[in-house]
Each structure stands twice: as C-alpha cells, then as structure tokens.
C-alpha cells in the first residue's frame, strides 16, 4: 500500500499537472469575496487531488480550499488541499504558485508536499525528513540565510492590525538594511524557507489547519528551521501569525525588528 507521504506527493503531482497545463488559457473565474476569486485551473486541480486521496484512503476526511470539508466523519486523519496557492498570480500569467497536500493526524502533520508545477519540484516532509524531489530524485532540504531575502504576505486578513502589519517592515529602514524583502505572494515561498532559498517568511493571521500554510510549515519545520508565531511564541497560540527563519539569528533579528514595529 502507497504510504502516506507518498500518496502527498502523488496527489500534488496530480494537482500541478492541471495547473501547469491550464496556464496560460482563458480561464473562468468564480468569486469568493471581494477582491477574491478562484479559477477553473484551482477547481480542476483540487478535484484531481481530492480524486487521488479518495482513491486511497477513502475513510480520510478532506479539507479542500475550493470545496470545504468531505467525508470521514470523527476521523483523526485530515488531508488538507491547496489546489493552487498563487491564484492571482496564475491568472496573471505569473510563474509563482504550489500546489499544497498535507495530512494532520491527530494534532499533528504527518505527511506533506508542496509542488511547484513550473519546475516540476516537489518539497516533501513525512514529518521527520524533508525533501525535494526533481526527475524522481530526492535531495535534503538545507536551510540557509545566505540570500538574506525575507519574504512577506501582504495578503489580508491581518488579525493583529495595526499592533503588527508585515507591510510596516517595507517601512522600517532597519529591515531594508540588513534584508532584501522580496513578496512571492504564495506559500511556494515557506517551502523556500526550508530549501535555503529564502532567509524567512513572516505573515500574520490564524494558521492552524491552513490549506495555504500546513505544508510549509511542516517542511519548515522538518528541515529544522526555527518557526514560531509572530511574538516569537509556539505556534498556533497567542496572537498568531507565523515567523519561519533558517537560523536563529535570522529569526531574532526578524523579532527585533517586528517588536521595534509594534512598539512605535
């Protein structure tokens, strides 16, 4: 039987191959909320993953962005589905998104893959070992503040206004001094964190069981990055909100200056 990781892995694999062969065609798009929206490439990709995952575990429940929790009523395992992290910027021919499959058993997540369908990488964790896999390889992710790129989500809701903005880093010449913000505008960004190719990630907002952030997260953390939330508390308590750094002089820095912020 497929294991647990390998099935994320497949079933995002799946997801991006939607994606990667609807970019660029006219897509029809659905609004969610003002200034929000999804396409038809998110909603075909999220059935092919939920397809997938169904196939194989069929008892598992499934959060999926697009169409909200399905089956397995009482159980512990969760599959947690991004089907496209990057809307806007696929619909504006963008090359910027993942597609994010991640399994929460119990508290836990214990399975994850976020595929980036342009480069054909597939970041993956089985909560213990974190991995990229290109042209069926896998190497160990290593993270490293060598770039100093710190990358920030823009995005609302921002819960903790105007005590905390990630927007107010821009603002903070310390942060440009020592820092090169840079805004991706998808979690393909965390998952960046983990393979050394960002030096942090910072946002705001109530992250446990995100669709968009679960499987970051665990490869971040997979791959020993120091992750907490945005007052430097365990994750998922207090006010929220998420700082990942490759190393913990990244992240101090970074808390430095985000309590600098929130002081004036």
């Known amino acids: 039987m497929i294991t647990d990781v390998e099935l ?45 995952l169904r196939a194989a575990r069929p ?21 947690l ?12 021919r963008t090359m910027l998104v993942a597609v994010n499959v991640a399994l929460r058993t119990g508290s836990e997540i214990t399975a994850a893959a976020s595929a980036d369908p342009f480069s054909g990488e597939v970041f993956w964790t089985d909560g213990t070992a974190a991995r990229v896999r290109r042209d069926g390889a896998d190497e160990p992710l290593t993270p490293s503040a060598e770039s100093l790129l710190v990358d920030l989500n823009l995005d ?23 820092f090169g913000p840079r805004v991706v505008s998808s979690t393909l960004a965390v998952a960046w964190v983990a393979a050394g190719r960002r030096a942090a990630y910072v946002t705001d907002g109530r992250l446990r069981d995100s ?14 990055c120091v992750v907490t939330g945005i007052d430097g508390q365990p994750l998922h308590t207090g ?14 820095a970074l808390r430095e200056l985000l309590d600098g912020s929130a002081a004036g």
Not at 239 to 252: F, I, K, N, S
């Open 8 to 52: 994320a892995i497949a079933a995002a694999q799946a997801g991006a191959g939607v994606v990667l062969r609807a970019y660029g065609s006219a897509l029809t798009r659905f609004a969610k909320s003002a200034g929000d929206f999804a396409t038809s490439a998110d909603v075909e990709a999220e059935q092919v993953i939920v397809d997938v």
């Open 59 to 79: 008892g598992d429940a499934v959060t999926g962005e697009e169409s909200g929790r399905t089956g397995g009523p009482g159980t512990e395992r969760m599959w």
């Open 81 to 92: 589905v991004d089907p496209l992290c990057g809307t806007r910027n696929f619909a504006a």
């Open 156 to 178: 609302p809701p921002f819960p903790n206004a105007p005590r905390f903005r990630a927007a107010d880093l821009l603002a903070d010449p310390r942060f440009g001094q020592r």
């Open 211 to 224: 669709v968009h952030f679960a499987a970051g997260i665990a490869l971040c953390q997979a791959a020993g």
């Open 239 to 252: 006010a929220g909100g998420l700082v990942v750094a490759a190393d913990h002089e990244t992240h101090a």
